[in-house]
């Protein structure tokens, strides 16, 4: 079907890759996967055959939709599953670890080293510097650490 001197499998090829190009552009989420993928696929159905153009959009929003929902049942990147519960939490895979304090624990707050960088501590009791503590949990970016 031919609008105003636009072949419409021209148009959904390049509304297909102007959506993918963003999609990229955007980090890639799958925020326009669908929409892009649908209209690529469109740009084929209007190779072979000649729809008219509420058909093809009839047509484009199904195909748009169901691809969106297969992407998100199936390969949504947060329903991926790891054997790691503590992949995405840094903070939470310090506990455990023993470390020494560079400044003493005063009024129950201190510091430690951790590899490069310095960590705020708390903890129930006064230590001096140099005393072996053990992570135990974290409030937010503060180590939890008891005597160790």
């Not at 055959?49 to 169901?66: C, E, G, K, P, R």
């Not at 992949?87 to 430690?112: A, C, D, S």
């Amino acid at each position: 079907m031919n609008i105003e001197g636009i072949d419409s499998s021209w148009f959904w090829a390049a509304m297909g890759c102007i959506m993918l190009l963003v999609e990229l552009s955007i980090g890639g989420v799958g925020f326009l996967l669908g929409a892009g993928a649908a209209a690529l696929i469109m740009m084929l159905i209007t190779m072979a055959f000649d729809l008219s153009w509420t058909i093809q959009w009839t047509l484009y929003t199904v195909l748009a939709i169901a691809i969106t929902i297969v992407y998100w049942h199936f390969f949504n990147p947060s329903k991926i599953k790891t054997e790691d519960p503590l992949l995405n939490n840094p903070v939470g895979r310090l506990i455990g670890t023993k470390v020494k304090l560079i400044t003493p624990l005063e009024n129950g707050t201190g510091k430690v080293q951790i590899s490069d960088a310095h960590w705020t501590v708390k903890a129930d009791i006064d230590l001096p510097a140099g005393a072996v503590v053990e992570v135990v949990d974290h409030d937010g970016v503060m180590l939890i650490v008891k005597a160790g």
